[in-house]
């Protein structure tokens, strides 16, 4: 008997909520073989578009600069 023999056996004696649960995880095995394990990730390239907001690399810079002023410049 090959494997797949021995799973369907198997999966016909379950309950239908439990072979759901089964098909779930296949789908997920599947997935994550396909992705070859990297996470997929959502590209947040325009999160704020169409809102309004312009952030400029210039304020980017003058941000970190009120950020690091008070820092403490001596060695530890």
Same mark, same amino acid.
């Given at each position: 008997?090959?494997?797949?023999?021995?799973?369907?056996?198997?999966? +016909?004696?379950?309950?239908?909520?439990?072979?759901?649960?089964?098909?779930?995880?296949? +789908?997920?095995?599947?997935?994550?073989?396909?992705?070859?394990?990297?996470?997929?990730?959502?590209?947040?390239?325009?999160?704020?578009?169409?809102?309004?907001? &312009?952030?400029? +690399?210039?304020?980017?810079?003058?941000?970190?600069? +009120?950020?690091?002023?008070?820092?403490?410049?001596? &060695?530890?």
């Amino acid at each position: 008997m090959t494997v797949v023999e021995s799973i369907i056996e198997r999966v +016909e004696n379950l309950s239908a909520e439990r072979q759901r649960e089964l098909l779930d995880f296949a +789908e997920y095995l599947e997935y994550k073989e396909k992705s070859n394990g990297k996470r997929h990730r959502k590209s947040l390239y325009g999160l704020w578009a169409n809102r309004g907001i &312009d952030i400029t +690399e210039e304020d980017i810079d003058e941000i970190r600069r +009120e950020m690091w002023a008070n820092f403490p410049r001596e &060695d530890i």
